[in-house]
């Protein structure tokens, strides 16, 4: 099994910048990619962006040019920094490790508000 834990949400004002973190633990042999959703309330989730284990990423253009995936191979850990945040970027963001199967974090809310 594989533990999924984020981090780093929090309120902050719109044009701020918060940086979130992933941790993946337990039976970690082979991540091939790890990566993030978001949903905002009464929306459908959405995909914002992956990171293979090849260092490839693909980021959703709403958040194209603001937002950052990178990764630290050696701790199983991954961040999304978030600059030029708007209102429209309010959500839970969900992070999630593929490794054979897919395993989800419980969510980190993040609220863009002046």
């Known amino acids: 099994q594989v533990q999924v834990v984020e981090s780093g949400g929090g309120l902050v004002q719109p044009g701020g910048s918060l940086r979130l973190s992933c941790a993946a633990s337990?039976?970690?042999?082979?991540?091939?990619?790890m990566g993030w959703y978001r949903q905002a309330p009464g929306k459908q989730r959405e995909k914002v962006a992956l990171?293979?284990?090849?260092?490839?990423?693909n980021i959703a253009d709403s958040v194209k040019g603001r937002f950052t995936i990178s990764r630290d191979g050696s701790k199983n850990t991954m961040y999304l920094q978030m600059n030029s945040l708007k209102p429209e970027d309010t959500a839970v963001y969900y992070c999630?490790?593929?490794?054979?199967?897919?395993?989800w974090g419980q969510g980190t809310q993040v609220t863009v508000s002046s």
């Open positions: 999630y490790v593929y490794q054979e199967n897919l395993y």
């Open positions: 337990g039976s970690i042999f082979n991540i091939a990619a």
């Open positions: 990171i293979t284990s090849a260092s490839n990423t």
